[in-house]
């Protein structure tokens, strides 16, 4: 989109890194999972959807959950410690995780499905008014944060450039299963990622998350050390899926290695959720052990984590509660723009089926 086109009320905004094919198709290069979606398809994230040759993103605006609190809670330790920033998602996600604690969020299939048809009653909050809302809290940062941010850079990048306008700093909490275009892009405009490193396994990633692949997410974290962003990596500890004291070692091996012995790693808790239900939280001695691992290796900023886990949204205060507006206003708004929906309808669940997520 445009460095001067920030829309100021509801509309499909066109995808960045779009590649149109000569047969009407288009690749969307935002993530790792590049879709190559057909007139009326979405996306895996649900987000972008092919309408007449062109990719548009639906969430634009779209406002899953805002909070105000401490930068440590991302959880970020090395980046303007003491400071707040306001956090917000939208909807939709590029992984599918087993674990999740915000499936309303980050499948958001309901919400981006209402989007589609020009059903929603989501609130739409265009970028200068989310900077006049962290303002107005006091707040130092904004994070992009609940799901992964890339399946909405379009916003994430008009808001993070008035943030640093305003003097406020950006930080994006991420699977980094992102393309190195999407990292250029948002580069100059993300001043912190905090990235999960969920295992070292691609076993792992192919029954957890499932699907990627470690060795693209690892470089995605490189690539965003070298564009000079500030890193800090999280590694939420399952029992039996990546709990093995090994595993956990190689995890820390590869931080050393390639991100430096000063690059802080997170350990966080696990806590029952979704498919993983079953699983018990992590014993908080696990934690501990893969944090001293961790040192023993020669990381010098290790922190165990045994009371937050995933970027979890579930207590968050309506959006409405942020913004000094008639919530009811919120709601009026239609969604649609005029060309809305292509003929074939809103949903072909191809990269679902593909994945193995759907029954046959
Ligand atoms: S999952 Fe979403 S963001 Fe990723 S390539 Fe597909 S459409 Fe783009
Ligand atoms: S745990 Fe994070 S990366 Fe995985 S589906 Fe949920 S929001 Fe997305």
Known sequence: MPDSHQPDSYQLVETMLQQPLPNGDVVCNLCLWRCRL???QRGFCQAHVNRNGTLYNLSYGII???????????????????????SIGSYGCNFRCKGCHNLDISWGVDALDKLARGQSTDAWIGPQQIIETA???????????????????????????LAHEAGLFTVYVSNSFVTDEALE?????????????????????????????????LGSIEKAANLGIHVETRTNVIPT?????????????????????????????????????????????????AAAAGRELGLQHVYAH?????????????????????????????????????????????FEREAGLLAK
């Open 64 to 86: 899953s959950a805002i909070e105000v609190e401490s930068i440590r809670n991302k959880p970020v330790y090395h980046y303007r410690p003491d400071s707040r920033v306001m």
């Open 38 to 40: 057909q007139h009326g």
């Open 135 to 161: 303002l107005k809290h006091g707040v130092d940062g904004i994070a992009f944060t609940y799901s992964e941010p890339a399946v909405w850079l379009e916003y994430v990048v008009d808001v993070s450039k």
């Open 306 to 350: 045994t009371d937050i886990s995933c970027d979890c949204a579930t207590e968050n205060a309506p959006v409405s509660a942020w913004l000094e507006l008639d919530p009811d206003a919120l709601d009026e708004v239609n969604k649609c723009s005029a060309t809305c929906c292509g003929d074939e309808g809103i949903l072909v669940k191809k």
């Open 185 to 217: 892009i948002m580069a100059p405009h993300i001043d912190v990622l905090c990235s999960d490193i969920k295992s070292l396994s691609a076993e792992f990633y192919r029954d957890v998350c499932p699907v990627s692949t470690v060795d693209q997410v």
């Open 241 to 289: 899926k990546n709990d093995n004291p090994e595993e956990l070692a190689s995890i820390a091996e590869w931080i050393r290695d390639h991100l430096g012995k000063d690059s802080p790693w997170h350990v966080t808790k696990f806590f029952p959720a979704y498919k993983l239900s079953h699983l018990p939280a992590t014993d908080n001695a696990i934690i501990e052990q």
